[in-house]
Every structure is written in C-alpha cells, then in structure tokens.
C-alpha cells in the first residue's frame, strides 16, 4: 500500500514563496509521473501541476505558469511544488497523486492534502 504525505503548506502574504513536498511510503514511485492538484472551499479540486517520471517533462495549470515549479528527486521518493509570487486566489488545500492527467479522475489515491493560505 503506497502512502503519501504532503507538507510544506502554511500561512504567508502575497508575493510569498513556499515549497511543498509529498513522499511517498510503501512503494517506489519512480516511474509514475505525478501530479499536484488544488481545492479551494466550495470548488472543485483543480489541476495545478505535473511531471513525468524522469522529472524531464512538466505542465503547468495557465494560473500559475512562471509562478510554480514542480520537480522530483526519485531517489527521495519526493516530488516537490515551488510556489512563488504566491496570490490569495491560490489558497487552497494542495494534494498530490500519481498519474499523468490534468483531471482528478485520472488519480486512484491522495495524501490527506497539506494546507496553503495566502493573505492579500
């Protein structure tokens, strides 16, 4: 059973920085690409970012392309989101998933989600 555990969210001002981890347990996710997601109250969880399993290809959702970047470091088991310039609009909480879709449903688990505010 693969377990994943996102960290690095908090509480900052716009035009703050924060990076955002997820490691994965129980199972090398070296060769899946991966993907982090958003969900803000009462919306729907929101692609922001994805990469391949070698770290050579990502994507970015347009709302915060040259503002994130997603990469990996396989032999942590980690994926990492940098997030700079950060807006208000983008508070939410920030989950990650193996896979390589830009929609939710393309994901068949979740960490629990690390929480991100931003005050304006």
């Known amino acids: 059973q693969v377990q994943l555990v996102e960290s690095g969210g908090g509480l900052v001002q716009a035009g703050d920085s924060l990076r955002l981890s997820c490691t994965a347990s129980g199972r090398a996710l070296r060769w899946s690409a991966m993907g982090w997601f958003r969900q803000a109250p009462g919306k729907e969880r929101e692609f922001v970012a994805g990469?391949?399993?070698?770290?050579?290809?990502?994507s970015y959702a347009d709302s915060v392309k040259g503002r994130f970047t997603i990469s990996r470091d396989n032999a942590k088991n980690t994926v990492y989101l940098q997030m700079d310039s950060l807006k208000p609009e983008d508070t939410a909480v920030y989950y990650c998933?193996?896979?390589?879709?830009?929609?939710?449903?393309?994901?068949?688990?979740w960490g629990q989600g690390t929480q991100v505010t931003v005050s304006s």
């Open positions: 990469v391949d399993w070698s770290g050579g290809s990502t």
């Open positions: 998933g193996p896979g390589s879709s830009n929609l939710p449903a393309g994901y068949s688990y």
